[in-house]
């Protein structure tokens, strides 16, 4: 039987980059050998500050290129805090792979899969479960490339929120709710009471709820989400917000199921898509080999539920199901979880546990 053939441009990128990216291609090869009609051809590519440094291109034109042409992209972490360009601002490719490939949709999924992982009480595994989505384009990041005047007395950054962005992320999020199991709602996280740019985000989103009839919607202002999201994340199934708003919230989210290690994320376009996790490239612990690689390898799972193959899709879900029979094993921890495996003997039970 011939196989279908995926091209994987793999990005490991800084600091704990490469450490997790690796693991998680070793996860998928696993995958592959027990998918019938499936192949990935992993194509691996130089990107972040070591090209930065060497060639002034944090992007090179050959590594954009190459992404452009794989089916999908895998990227652990891009920038250190102390590598600028002389604007002051950090190399951040991954903000330019979104903008350049369109990846509106910046799907974060937060799960806790054991109640030892959470700060708050009261939880159990599954008991917090929902997608944020964020738009990964624009927003507040649109006024990222202003140019800081260094005789002004004051500084500002646009907020762009545009119809045709709103629209596909809107209806990005409400796909997804439809798709799950839950409450089948989708929350717009605004500032409607205060920015006109939110109060056409807000219309926007009534809009596109229309066309939705089977899913809930309802508003919630961004600093009020803040509050209900430690005190009461049951109430979010699917929430959906711009930019900035959603960079700030999905840390936080991550935070009520174990850290940025437990956060997976997905850039997602209508042609193309960038799998990483939420978190950097952890300098402060990046080299010693402990970086919890979960977040990789449910990203890594996100890409083969994306892929349009119902092969990867049985693959997604073996990932997803041996990630948690590990996790309920409270023991089975890296140390930001308060354990002692290493990045790869975390892995290791993973693909026993497959
Ligand atoms: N998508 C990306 O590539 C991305 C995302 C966020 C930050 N960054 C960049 O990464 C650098 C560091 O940023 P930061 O420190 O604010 O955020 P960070 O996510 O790298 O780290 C925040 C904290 O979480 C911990 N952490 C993160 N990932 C972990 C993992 N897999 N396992 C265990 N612990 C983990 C770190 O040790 C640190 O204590 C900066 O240069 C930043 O711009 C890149
Ligand atoms: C590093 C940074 C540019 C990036 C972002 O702001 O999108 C990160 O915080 C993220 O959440 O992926």
Redesign the pocket.
């Known amino acids: 039987m011939s196989k279908r053939t995926f091209k994987i441009a793999v990005l490991g990128g800084d600091g704990i980059g490469p450490e997790v990216c690796d693991e998680s291609v070793r996860l998928l090869q696993e995958v592959e050998r027990r998918l019938a009609g499936v192949a990935f051809d992993f194509q691996h590519h130089s990107v972040g500050v070591g090209e930065y440094q060497r060639n002034g291109n944090a992007l090179p034109d050959s590594t954009f290129a190459a992404c452009q042409s794989s089916d999908a992209v895998l990227l652990g ?3 250190l805090p102390n590598v600028r360009y002389p604007n002051g601002k ?1 190399i ?1 490719p ?2 330019d792979l ?1 903008e350049r490939l369109k990846l509106y949709g ?1 799907v974060r999924p937060i799960r806790l899969f054991n109640e030892a992982d959470t700060p708050l009480k009261n939880f159990g595994a599954g008991e917090i479960d929902f997608v944020l989505v ?1 738009e ?1 384009t624009e927003g507040l ?1 649109y006024g990222r490339d202003a140019v800081l005047d260094p005789d002004a007395d004051e500084a500002f950054n646009t907020m762009r929120i545009s119809r045709e962005c709103t629209e596909q992320v809107c209806r990005l999020a409400f796909q997804i709710a439809r798709q799950r199991d839950g409450m089948k709602k989708v929350s717009l996280i605004d500032k409607a009471n205060v920015l006109s740019s939110m109060v056409f985000f807000r219309k926007v989103f009534d809009e596109v709820a229309q066309e939705f009839p089977d899913c809930e919607a309802d508003h919630v202002y961004v600093d009020a989400s803040a509050l209900f999201l430690v005190r009461d994340p049951k109430r979010f199934d699917v929430m959906v917000t711009e ?2 708003f ?2 700030i919230l ?2 936080l989210a991550a935070g009520l199921v174990g850290g940025m290690g437990m956060a997976p ?1 997905g850039d997602i376009g209508d042609s193309a898509a960038v799998f ?1 996790p ?3 490239s952890a300098p402060d612990i990046a080299g010693r080999g402990i970086a919890n690689p979960i977040a990789m390898h449910l990203s890594a799972a996100m890409m083969l539920d994306w892929f349009d193959d119902d092969n990867c899709k049985v693959g997604a879900k073996m990932i997803h199901a041996a990630i948690t029979r590990v996790l309920a094993d409270a023991s089975k921890r890296t140390p930001d979880l308060g354990g002692s495996l290493s990045t790869s003997e975390m892995t290791d039970e993973i693909l026993q546990a497959l």
């Open positions: 972490a891009m920038g950090e951040a991954q903000l979104r910046g964020r990964s990041f930019n900035m959603g960079d999905s840390d994320s990483q939420s978190h950097g």
